[in-house]
């Protein structure tokens, strides 16, 4: 490949990134103004500017759209622990891994906190988010594992740190969004809290 080509390919997957956003931010306000049941795919695509066959490229339903969350997430986030530095600590790794992500997933507050209205108020989307960060969870727990040379079936260490540390994520992602912190200090908070508390 030569460089044209590298920059070809880095073009293609920053409008890749504008497209899942774009998708992303009209699923999310359709949704929080008309509600769940009344927001279709075809809005949501035409809202964003895009065909329907596009939106199905990026996100297989209406709520992975709201959610923001495509099907490659949990690979794409169990790869991001892999490339973290081979010098850090599982504990240190794992942290980095998902502090990155919660940053990512909180980095328009105000997108953030319409999501979060819908998550509350709809069951089905509250099961969704759970489904989704479960498979990020699991996915994580499993890299994790290949970077202690342990087998993820057998040993329950990555997992419990996984959960752990995903735990104390979510903790400061509503202390921030409460008392209207930054996200990362309130991230910072709560895994000094954690370090401190056993």
């Not at 279709?40 to 939106?55: C, P």
């Amino acid at each position: 490949m030569d460089v044209r080509d590298s920059g070809e390919v880095g073009l293609r997957e920053r409008k890749k990134v504008q497209t899942r956003r774009a998708l992303h931010r009209s699923a999310v306000e359709l949704v929080a103004e008309r509600g769940l049941a009344q927001s279709t795919v075809e809005d949501i695509a035409e809202a964003a500017g895009v065909s329907t066959r596009t939106f199905f490229n990026y996100f297989p339903t209406k709520e992975s759209a709201v959610l923001g969350i495509h099907p490659e997430e949990a690979d794409d986030v169990a790869g991001r622990l892999r490339d973290r530095p081979a010098e850090e600590t599982p504990t240190e790794a794992v942290r980095g891994c998902l502090r990155e992500y919660a940053e990512r997933l909180a980095a328009d507050k105000g997108l953030w906190r319409l999501r979060r209205s819908i998550v509350l108020r709809d069951p089905s989307m509250f099961a969704a988010l759970a489904s989704a960060t479960t498979a990020v969870e699991r996915a994580v727990a499993v890299a994790l594992a290949e970077r202690m040379g342990v087998d993820a079936a057998e040993d329950i260490r990555p997992m419990l740190l996984t959960s752990v540390t995903w735990a104390a994520i979510k903790v400061g992602l509503s202390h921030s969004r409460e008392h209207n912190l930054e996200v990362s200090e309130a991230l910072d908070d709560a895994l000094t809290l954690l370090d401190e508390t056993h």
